[in-house]
């Protein structure tokens, strides 16, 4: 039983940071691929980021590419997604997501297990 919860989505205005977090519960978190999807109003879901677990190696769409770290705490099995200079078009539910074996894809189908999401809102 693997269960994800996000944390710090809020309002921010154009240009401003956030730090989304995620907390995960079961086991072997440190052998596990932690991704970053949002959902835009009327869109479907999209990759933002992940990180493998074994390497700790980071993948990025490119459109956040040097706004956005991800970055993982195997000892308190948490990710973060830092965003910085952030535009309105980020405006989305961000969700963190699980894939137990570890393969590195920004596949949506390859994750196992979802967080609920969290509210990310750039005002222009």
């Known amino acids: 039983q693997v269960q994800l919860e996000e944390s710090g989505g809020g309002l921010v205005q154009a240009g401003g940071s956030l730090r989304l977090s995620c907390s995960v519960s079961g086991r072997m978190f440190s052998r596990t691929t932690m991704g970053w999807f949002r959902q835009a109003p009327g869109k479907e879901r999209d990759f933002v980021a992940a990180?493998?677990?074994?390497?700790?190696?980071?993948y990025y769409v490119d459109s956040v590419k040097g706004r956005f770290t991800i970055s993982r705490d195997n000892a308190k099995s948490t990710v973060s997604l830092q965003m910085n200079s952030l535009k309105p078009e980020d405006t989305a539910v961000y969700f963190c997501?699980?894939?137990?074996?570890?393969?590195?894809?920004?596949?949506?189908?390859?994750?196992?297990?979802w967080g609920p999401g969290t509210q990310v809102t750039v005002s222009s």
């Open positions: 997501a699980a894939d137990r074996r570890d393969r590195g894809y920004g596949r949506s189908d390859f994750y196992d297990y």
């Open positions: 990180i493998t677990g074994s390497g700790g190696v980071p």
